[in-house]
């Protein structure tokens, strides 16, 4: 069954190293959001922090519910799951709201949600099935690669990049090459999907290029240089590297940045959380939160490693690339080495759906390891 029973084993065996590095990381948000939003101008930002700890109590909820399934029962049903991702996706195309140039949301009344969040998930968990099914002496061949890549990738893709949501499509295809390479991806097919990309792109840039609309083309030509959109998305970019830059070793202190405050900063509460937190606490404020981050994801690698089954072993892996590329992308993003794409720092910025998505994979994640060593019931 998929509840069991509280076994003084799985209580042994519960990662409170995970929850309390998420759970911190959380915490830092919340303050980071209540410092960034400062000073209070109306009634929507002054709920920007307190909706962000209510969503932290839910998380919770959720996180303590998702642990109390065994990940194995909840394998069975990953194909239906996955299944129900597309519907969503494909729902909020024809009935979502819009916001920001890109419609992504579905409204549930006094809150919406983002479907896309919840799908990263979903796809994880149908790519890890479909592989474990495969068993331990599987050969991902060229042929096969294509057969999953049209089963769980190309459409799901599609619908993704039609929102638009550029950032999720691109962290959907690092998590299924990822988890490919976990599997036993030949390193030659590798190489070659990259040479064959590179040969591609002066045919397929036209087109990509021509689908894109005109803010996200505006966030790609800003990165390159920032001169050249310098009151948009260049603005953006600029503002966060002095945000970075001006808190030097030690940062300026908690709420005594001036970039959010005084609003220099855009998205300074979302996208580029990152920002105001290094302003406040310096290089040496970045670096721990960082070895947190680090912390999550090498305690992810960890449970890979070693989940009793192949199963468990691909979600793991799957679930920690996300929470990799996530932290990477958004660095980055902040930083200016990177396309400003929309991809939040996790547990860190503010967003209901992101938030619980975040607690959900790393419920995932205690759940396998809690179980990583055979249990009789």
């Given amino acids: 069954m998929g509840w069991v029973m509280i076994d003084r084993r799985l209580i042994n065996n519960f990662d409170w190293g995970l929850l309390s590095a998420a759970l911190l990381l959380s915490a830092i948000g919340v303050l980071t959001i209540f410092s960034a939003t400062r000073p209070v101008l109306d009634a929507e930002q002054q709920s920007f922090y307190m909706r962000q700890l209510y969503w932290i109590g839910l998380s919770l909820i959720f996180y303590f519910a998702v642990i109390s399934f065994d990940y194995r029962w909840l394998l069975r049903y990953a194909y239906f799951i996955y299944f129900f991702g597309i519907f969503l996706l494909v729902f ?57 890549g049209g089963l769980f990738f190309f459409i799901p893709a599609l619908l993704i990049v039609k929102q638009p949501d550029l950032g999720t499509a691109v962290m959907i295809s690092f998590i299924f090459f990822s988890m490919l390479f976990a599997a036993g991806m030949r390193t030659r097919l590798l190489v070659m999907a990259v040479i064959i990309g590179i040969i591609s792109v002066p045919y397929l840039g036209n087109i990509f290029w021509g689908s894109l609309k005109n803010y996200q083309k505006q966030r790609i030509t800003a990165f390159m240089d920032p001169d050249i959109d310098p009151r948009g998305i260049g603005y953006h970019i600029k503002q966060s590297k002095v945000s970075i830059g001006s808190g030097g070793l030690v940062g300026k202190g908690y709420m005594k940045g001036t970039q959010g405050p005084l609003r220099f900063l855009p998205e300074k509460h979302t996208d580029f959380i990152f920002a105001i937190f290094a302003e406040e606490w310096g290089f040496a404020g970045s670096v721990m939160l960082w070895l947190f981050y680090l ?10 490693r070693r989940a009793r089954d192949l199963a468990g072993t691909y979600l793991a892996f799957g679930i920690t690339s996300m929470f990799a590329f996530y ?51």
């Fill in 295 to 304: 912390f999550i994801i090498l305690r992810g690698f960890d449970t890979a």
């Fill in 92 to 148: 909020v195309l024809f009935f979502g709201r819009e916001g920001m140039g890109a419609q992504r949301w579905i409204p549930l009344g006094f809150l919406s949600f983002q479907p896309s969040e919840f799908f990263k998930l979903f796809f994880i968990f149908a790519v890890s099935r479909y592989l474990s099914d495969m068993g331990e002496n599987i050969n991902l061949d060229l042929k096969s690669i294509l057969r999953a």
């Fill in 327 to 377: 932290f990477m992308i958004n660095i980055s993003m902040t930083l200016g080495m990177s396309p400003v794409v929309g991809i939040p720092l996790p547990l860190m910025s503010y967003g209901g759906t992101a938030l619980l998505s975040n607690f959900l994979a790393l419920g995932i994640l205690g759940n396998i390891r809690m179980r990583r060593m055979p249990l009789s019931y």
